[in-house]
């Protein structure tokens, strides 16, 4: 959406929450944002989080099966981890900073995508947790899991 903002191409963005409803919600995950996607930011204007303050030299990945492996890895560039609610309501500030309307909707179902794709030359569908997982069910081709991998307990 801020890329098209940027592109001055006319765009309507649906939210289920606003920026405050996200920031308050239950916590999500931390998102890692390496040096692309920081670069990404800065070219769009979104310095949010740029501050060096946290940023992470090296990744570290554990894998405990049978054989554990254990690795450590430099990073090319810094990279920096955010929680993802803070992260995706200043993304949707952003948005509306910028003088673009986002209008609130209820979760949406099936019915919902026909009437909205009626009034829009393309609709991109972000189907998330919600109900609309039965709308666009998994494709078993292109994963591996019946379910989301539930991860280990740290030792």
Same mark, same amino acid.
């Given at each position: 959406m801020l890329r098209l903002q940027?592109?001055?191409?006319? +765009?309507?963005?649906?939210?289920?929450?606003?920026?405050?409803?996200? =920031?308050?919600?239950?916590?999500?995950?931390?998102?890692?944002?390496?040096?692309?996607?920081?670069?990404r930011e800065n070219s769009l204007g979104i310095t949010d989080w740029?501050?060096?303050e946290f940023d992470n030299a090296w990744m570290h990945m554990r894998i405990d099966a049978e054989q554990s492996l254990a690795l450590r890895g430099a990073l090319p560039r810094p990279a920096s981890s955010v929680d993802f609610r803070m992260y995706l309501a200043?993304?949707?500030?952003?948005?509306?900073? =910028?003088?673009?309307?986002?209008?609130?909707? =209820?979760?949406?179902?099936? =019915?919902?995508? +026909?009437d909205l794709a009626a009034n829009?030359?393309?609709?991109?569908?972000a189907a998330g947790?919600?109900?609309?997982?039965?709308?666009?069910?998994?494709?078993? +081709?292109?994963?591996?899991?019946r379910v989301a991998p539930i991860p280990a307990p740290m030792p």
């Open positions: 940027q592109l001055e191409i006319e +765009a309507t963005l649906y939210a289920r929450q606003n920026p405050d409803e996200i =920031r308050s919600g239950p916590p999500l995950n931390f998102v890692t944002r390496f040096g692309s996607t920081r670069e740029s501050s060096s200043g993304l949707l500030e952003s948005v509306i900073g =910028r003088g673009r309307t986002v209008m609130q909707s =209820r979760p949406a179902d099936g =019915r919902d995508l +026909a829009h030359d393309l609709l991109i569908v947790r919600g109900e609309l997982q039965q709308v666009f069910p998994r494709d078993p +081709a292109r994963s591996p899991f």
